[in-house]
């Protein structure tokens, strides 16, 4: 027995009885890509066709691949949802950090958003969707997808810290998380100006020098004073070697773990591929592109 059946009868085992749809075919198919994504460690799909039982030319291999992905019956949340849930068990004691990240395709004509849930050095897709458009995103384009995490980590998980970067620093993302019922550590820009518990006011970076962690409770955001929070603030180091600034904000108090929160994140690769998506879908809600 090769060793791609061996790892295919392994995965059945434990996937057919977790995922249940009436086209045991599509289970099928769907198993041996994941076959060739583990044993070919690359998601090209040169590399998957490698894998699949068949004596076909590569070229023949990688089309039947491409016409698996872009079957429109396969409901794509009928596979995932369950092996997610599977997961989950035994989570209810633990806080869960979620994570939201956004990459630009097709020419920057689209951006999918995905939120993950961070698991050691590893994150686990739990929801992503596809908007139109470049630049900074708004809470409503994302809230469904974010309110839909909410439901699928109920009861599942002891808690929630939501993470994201300067991207997503506009207050609302706070205030949404705290709707939620969330924890938020929320990275912002260095030059967003505060307004400290004694009435000063100024940019952040005005307000720390390099290399040099600082702390501040009950602060204001933004010159038109948008959302009282706290902010914790320390220093890395950029591609070119010089100092760059990590402000966090977060609706917990500002000190060290807040700091440790937000590094989990970017210890996380979180790059997507850049390649062409058929669909992106979850729970009930899909976008499709071409």
Known sequence: MSSSQELYNRLSETMSALVKVTNRKQLANWLWIVV???????PALSQIANFLPMNTQAESRVTLIRRWLMNWHVDVWAFYEPILKHVLQGWSAVQAYVILDGVMIFGDRW??????????????????????GEGVTT???????????????????????????????DCDWAQLCLDLGWNYAIRVACNTYITLEDGRTGRIDAWVSPYRNRYFQNVWLTQAQKLLTNL????????????????????QIACRTRLREYGRRMSIEQKLPRRQVGRIQYGAHSTTTR
């Open 36 to 42: 060739g994504l583990l044993q070919g460690k690359s």
């Open 111 to 132: 951006q999918i958003f995905r939120v993950s849930l961070q698991h050691g050095c590893r994150a686990i897709p739990l929801a992503w969707v596809v908007v139109p």
């Open 139 to 169: 809470v409503q384009h994302l809230k469904t997808m974010l309110e839909w995490v909410k439901r699928l980590l109920h009861n599942r998980v002891k808690s929630v810290v939501f993470s994201a970067d300067r991207g997503f620093r």
């Open 232 to 251: 914790s603030v320390t220093w890395t180091t950029d591609k070119n070697g010089q100092p760059e600034m990590v402000a966090v904000i977060s609706n």
